[in-house]
């Protein structure tokens, strides 16, 4: 069951404005205010299938929670980045990597490189699909035209989790292990800033760009342990 809902705060400093029609560097960090824990946790998708919940593999510390956020813009910034054409490989019976950005229109290509069957699925609004069983050596390839985040499981193995944010425009990117994060020629104007992170879902704060010089953002996103978006 999810906790109470949490409002994130966003702390903005801003630079001062340069002349007018000078694109905008937007730098901040990323800060967990909460440690997660290590425990993965078993998604609802998986009680629509009518899977057994398997036992779940302990694969350890995935590193900083930090990694585990897409940072990106929307609202009246050009159309969608260039597609392109992404591997979300299926090894150690788990996805690798775990959190994938990419522009509407892009393909997700999902080789197995198990010695053993995988079945990927998604039941997310943004995309839904079922590649069916499949060996090692073999993938199957989908394009993803509308913006959302996209759920990825494996039918086979409950404990398989990963995700897919895609983006409406070219400024997005992932945070940094440290938290860092940067978008780069973002033009003057106001934008939702939308931090998406893997345990905690959505945090959105209206921001305004200056014309030239910077923006700074921080990012408080405090997260419950052991609670995973969905």
Known sequence: MKGPFVIPVLTLCLSLPAPSGIAAELTGHVVITKRLSKKQVILPAYQLRGVSQAPVADHGDSGSDSGAVAVFLEGGLPEADRPVRVELEQTGQRFEPQLVLIPAGSSVSFPNADP??????SLSSAKKFDLGYYPAGQT???KFDQPGVVQIYCHLHPNMYAAIVVVPNRWYTKAGEDGSFSLHDVPQGTYSLVAWHMN????????????GGGIDVVVDIPVREGERSH
């Open 200 to 211: 905690a879902g959505f945090f959105r704060r209206e921001i305004h760009v200056p014309a």
């Open 116 to 121: 053993i069957f995988h079945n990927v699925f």
């Open 140 to 142: 199957r390839i989908v």
